[in-house]
């Protein structure tokens, strides 16, 4: 049994992780403070620490470097993540959080803690920094296996990864085109790993999970003042990823102010930070990914013209998983080890009637829903076997008829949404659609109850589009 503490004051949300945890197993204690946790408990007997930046002092901190521990945040920052993750977190989350992510973070920085004795710094959600050396090597590393991050066998996953190893030894701007799910990070990722810049950080980010009115700042810094919050001056994530690999996931989600300073870097080698005179010299390769056609963007001007061409240099198309044939099977039998593992069950075997199930599904959610689907099979199964009705799979185009023919002859839903038979997607739909001409990206969130990311991802998923704000 894993112990693990918890260090929060008792308003704080985090106060929840521990029923949370609890339930799965793991053995939890709490504590106010950093200071009280060492006065009462020796907390090298705790295999990871979920501490509060509330109740987390610098000083506080410098007491723990040597323990495994994850930050959560009720103002989470780009730099708030940078600054823990400096001083050892392996993880930054905001808060509130639920449940699903912290048991995921819990359990992968565990895992890490008995991999290796060095912590990868990462930060959920918005950022995550991968040091060179932590990554395998291009002599260790074999594009389609396990190990590389990306499986895959198929002549369409050939052709991807012929394409990655030759543009990976430039320091061309890359443009990674794919559905969501497809695993464009691992993508990326994998770019960097096999350049001359894998020594230096890839820093990732995802532009849609950040607020609009933060981006500039945080991907490149600000001055002290420059706007109100501004107590001091910052160095952005650009300047951060000097000498390595910037990756921005999603980069159609990038306002088009952040997209003509982006601009301006790409062309001069130059960062200027929100409310500078003068500017600074960089040297970063950038990767960008993105499931949205940019062209048709520029044509309808949410995307800079400019700034397509020069992100069009090299681009690597990865293919949707309905088109990787017997690839699926190879990921399936890869994920459901992985699913096992994270609840301590046996893995099962690996029928027909399973593979063949899974076949036949399209996967409109790619390699991420097919690692959903996998995990809930994994935990509604009985424990040795694997039962494809479990996979809970649900095809769209009937659910879409479906629904078209329960509403023939059913009155108008009203806004509460009381209705039986209403589906949660239904009532996002509305809630967004409704409320969005007057709430921020961040307010919308926050009253479903969800991250900016995940309203971002659902947003994709139904075809919900974003309010569009005119530019002077």
């Not at 960062?271 to 993105?290: F, K, N, Q, Y």
């Not at 899974?358 to 994994?378: F, K, Q, S, T, Y």
């Not at 739909?429 to 001409?437: A, D, N």
């Amino acid at each position: 049994m894993y112990h693990i503490m918890v260090i929060c004051g008792d308003q704080s949300p985090l106060k929840e992780v521990d029923r949370w945890l609890s339930r799965n197993g793991f053995h939890v204690n709490i504590s106010q403070s950093i200071d009280q946790a060492l006065k009462y408990y020796e907390l090298s007997d705790f295999e990871l620490l979920l501490i509060d930046a509330d109740a987390a002092s610098d000083d506080a901190l410098s007491y723990i470097s040597e323990q495994a521990f994850i930050i959560f945040d009720q103002r989470p920052s780009l730099n708030a993540a940078i600054e823990y993750m400096a001083k050892g977190a392996s993880y930054f989350i905001p808060l509130p959080t639920d449940p699903e992510t912290v048991l995921a973070q819990v359990i992968d920085a565990l895992e890490k803690r008995q991999q290796t004795p060095t912590q990868t710094a990462t930060a959920s959600n918005h950022i995550s920094l991968f040091a060179g050396e932590d990554q395998p090597t291009p002599a260790e590393m074999t594009l389609g296996t396990p190990e590389s991050g990306i499986i895959g066998n198929s002549p369409a996953m050939h052709v991807l990864f012929d394409e990655l190893v030759k543009v990976a030894k430039t320091d061309a701007t890359v443009l990674i085109h794919g559905e969501s799910g497809t695993g464009k990070e691992l993508v990326a990722k994998s770019i960097h790993n096999l350049s001359k810049r894998k020594d230096h950080p890839l820093i990732s980010v995802n532009c849609a999970a950040i607020p609009e009115n933060l981006i500039e700042s945080e991907l490149f810094g600000h001055e002290k003042g420059a706007f109100t919050g501004a107590v001091s001056a910052r160095d952005g994530l650009i300047v951060a990823a000097d000498h390595g690999t910037l990756f921005l996931d999603e980069i159609g989600e990038l306002p088009l102010e952040a997209q003509a300073r982006l601009l301006r870097v790409l062309q001069e080698g130059e960062i200027r930070r929100v409310g500078a005179v003068s500017s600074t010299t960089v040297d970063i390769r950038l990767v960008t990914a993105t499931h949205r056609d940019l062209l048709h963007m520029v044509e309808t001007g949410m995307f800079r013209e400019d700034l397509y061409y020069r992100l069009y240099v090299m681009e690597l198309e990865v293919p949707p998983l309905r088109e990787r044939g017997d690839d699926i099977a190879l990921i399936a039998k890869t994920l459901l080890e992985k699913a096992c593992h994270k609840h301590d069950k046996s893995v099962p075997k690996y029928t027909k009637a399973f593979d063949q199930a899974i076949r036949e599904h399209d996967w409109p959610g790619n390699v991420r829903e097919l690692e959903n689907a996998l995990e809930r099979a994994i935990i509604l199964s009985p424990e040795g076997k694997l039962e494809a009705s479990n996979l809970k799979l649900k095809s769209k185009r009937r659910h879409t008829t479906a629904i078209q023919s329960d509403d023939t002859n059913a009155a108008p839903l009203e806004p509460s949404f009381a209705i039986n038979g209403t589906t949660m997607d239904d009532y996002f739909k509305h809630f967004v659609l409704t409320h969005q001409h007057k709430m921020t990206e961040t307010q919308l969130a926050q009253s479903l109850g969800i991250s900016r990311k995940s309203l971002w991802e659902r947003r994709q998923k139904l075809g919900v589009p974003r309010k569009v704000t005119e530019q002077k």
